[in-house]
């Protein structure tokens, strides 16, 4: 089975402070993704990775930067923590071909306050 | 377990009646739609996919209908079971926009023993 890790399952931070969410996939894939997930608005994709060191802006990049160093890892970095950033932080990866089949991580619940 | 969302529109069934979860979609020129689950607590789950050219196709217990005249997407479970109960995500890529889903904002159901 394919499985998609992330580093915390629940994370406090205070404003300002810089976060790092740290995600891992053990299948190889070339495709890795971050979300959002909010009530009511589904999931937003905030970037995408499809080859290490490669990266694309997903719908709602502004706040965010990412990093892949290694394949199977996926980071997602919020250089100054703000309220409006408190969400759900979904990762996913996938194989190239049949990128749309999308495996998901169980969420990180980042809190700012 | 983690609540998606508060204000989803929610579907309740009988336990083995079929449900169907509807789902509109945006853009005419997608090409590929998408059925996502996700359980309390979990990230999201892929089900099913389907491409543009195509009007239905089934699953395990699944079935996808694709209706581009109106831009209507459904998911039809047959015998509907307690571990149906979710929140249902549809997806849609637009074409020219590789590895990008868009996502729907998600219809919960809930199965009645």
């Known amino acids: 089975d394919v499985k998609v890790t992330q580093s915390s399952r629940y994370l406090v931070k205070r404003t300002g402070e810089k976060v790092f969410l740290e995600c891992v996939q053990d299948?190889?894939?070339?495709?890795m993704f971050w979300y959002r997930q909010d009530p009511g608005l589904g999931l937003r994709l905030i970037y995408f990775?499809?080859?290490?060191?490669?990266?694309e802006k997903g719908d709602i990049p502004e706040g965010y930067s990412v990093s892949r160093e290694k394949k199977e890892r996926f980071s997602l970095i919020l250089e100054s923590a703000s309220t409006n950033q408190t969400s759900m932080y979904l990762c996913?990866?996938?194989?190239?071909?049949?990128?749309?089949?999308?495996?998901f991580g169980p969420g990180t619940r980042l809190t700012v306050t | 377990g983690e609540s998606v969302g508060l204000h989803l529109p929610t579907l309740s069934v009988q336990e083995g009646d079929n449900s169907i979860i509807n789902c509109a979609y945006s853009?005419?020129?997608?090409?590929?739609f998408i059925w996502y689950k996700q359980e309390s607590g979990k990230g999201p789950q892929f089900i099913i996919d389907?491409?543009?050219?195509?009007d239905k196709r089934q699953g395990q217990r699944v079935t996808v209908l694709l209706n581009k005249t109106v831009k209507h997407l459904s998911l039809q479970i047959a015998a509907t079971q307690p571990g149906d109960s979710a929140v249902y995500f549809c997806?849609?890529?637009?074409?020219?926009?590789?590895?990008?889903?868009?996502f729907g904002s998600g219809t919960r159901l809930l199965v009645r023993p």
């Open positions: 299948m190889d894939h070339e495709n």
């Open positions: 389907i491409r543009s050219n195509m």
């Open positions: 997806a849609e890529n637009w074409m020219d926009s590789s590895y990008k889903l868009i």
């Open positions: 990775s499809y080859d290490v060191k490669m990266k």
């Open positions: 996913a990866s996938s194989w190239q071909g049949e990128w749309y089949e999308q495996y």
């Open positions: 853009n005419s020129a997608s090409d590929y």
